[in-house]
Antibody
């Protein structure tokens, strides 16, 4: 069965860095586009970033552009989010999510991980 | 950026009720709309995509309609497990955006 397991969250000071990982299993990871989506405590969902199956195409939300970097290692079935210059407003649960279709981006997220909490506070 | 207005933000209903949630776009998105259900402490789950296509395994009491700028999620006969928060999401363009959410609570 499809599984996405995030890790790497924690408490970090403003201006600090953190690297999130998402381990995928139960499907051919290299066939799917992947995204990171976050949810601040008690708030709604915010799409953060997207990466194509090969890693050649990447998009970011304006709120994280220039600070966050998405990447993937298809040999390790893993997705990453490097987060630099963190701000209090980046505090959220971060989910990795799989695209519904293979080989292109449908923009629909059919499987989500359980999420990892990132807290940015001094 | 495509902005989304989801209404109502809170809906009080009873088991067996028919409920409707609306999602309005700031510009037309054809049928590039999905609906998700989220329960407390859990990740969202996909219910509907392409405005009206039911995701595999989702009960048929859920249905979606609309195109262009106005969309609706309907739950025909509310069950106890349906009390949750529902989000619409457009995938017509980047950035992908979500509605503010509708919490369906027990009346």
């Amino acid at each position: 069965q499809v599984q996405l397991v995030e890790s790497g969250g924690g408490l970090v000071k403003p201006g600090g860095s953190l690297r999130l990982s998402c381990a995928a299993s139960g499907f051919t990871f290299s066939d799917y586009y992947m995204s990171w989506i976050r949810q601040a405590p008690g708030k709604g969902l915010e799409w953060v970033s997207y990466i194509s199956s090969s890693g050649s195409t990447i998009y970011y939300a304006d709120s994280v552009k220039g600070r966050f970097t998405i990447s993937r290692d298809n040999a390790k079935n893993s997705l990453y989010l490097q987060m630099n210059s963190l701000r209090a407003e980046d505090t959220a649960v971060y989910y990795c999510a799989r695209d519904l279709t293979t080989m292109y981006s449908s923009g629909v997220f059919d499987y989500w991980g359980q999420g990892t909490l990132v807290t940015v506070s001094s | 950026v495509i902005w989304m207005t989801q209404s109502p933000s809170l809906l009080s209903a009873s088991t067996g009720d028919r409920v409707t949630i609306s999602c309005r776009m700031s510009q037309g998105i054809s049928s590039y709309l999905a609906w998700y259900q989220q329960k407390p402490g859990k990740a969202p789950e996909l219910l509907i995509y392409a405005a009206s296509t039911l995701q595999s395994g989702v009960p048929s009491r859920f249905s979606g309609s609309g195109s262009g700028t106005d969309f609706t999620l309907t739950i025909s006969c509310l069950q106890s497990e349906d009390f949750a928060t529902y989000y619409c999401q457009q995938y017509y363009s980047f950035p992908r955006t979500f509605g503010q959410g509708t919490k369906v609570e027990i009346k």
